[in-house]
Nanobody, 126 residues
């Protein structure tokens, strides 16, 4: 069955770093556009970063540009999110997702991710 398993979340002080991982199985990872969403209490789930199957295209929300870096290793069916310069407003549950198209990560798109992970908590203290 399809599995997306996130790891690497935790508690960090403002200015610190975390690296999230998403291990995928049960579907063709190499053909999928992968991405990360986050959701803070009382807010909508929003995409923060995405990467095409070939890693030639990336997307970042304005709130994380210059601080977060998304990458993937198709040989390991794993995606990563390097988060540097963390701020308290980055506190949220972070979800890994896979989609047929990068469009699934753009605001207002009719496309949606196909699969979701269970989420990992990231808490940034001030």
């Amino acid at each position: 069955q399809v599995q997306l398993v996130e790891s690497g979340g935790g508690l960090v002080q403002a200015g610190g770093s975390l690296r999230l991982s998403c291990a995928a199985s049960g579907f063709t990872f190499n053909n999928s556009a992968m991405g990360w969403f986050r959701q803070a209490p009382g807010t909508e789930r929003v995409a923060v970063a995405a990467i095409s199957w070939s890693s030639t295209r990336t997307y970042y929300d304005d709130s994380v540009k210059g601080r977060f870096t998304i990458s993937r290793d198709n040989a390991k069916s794993t995606m990563y999110l390097q988060m540097d310069g963390l701020k308290p407003e980055d506190t949220a549950v972070y979800y890994c997702a896979s989609a047929e198209t990068m469009g699934a990560y753009y605001s207002g798109s009719v496309h949606r991710p196909t699969y979701w992970g269970q989420g990992t908590q990231v808490t940034v203290s001030s």
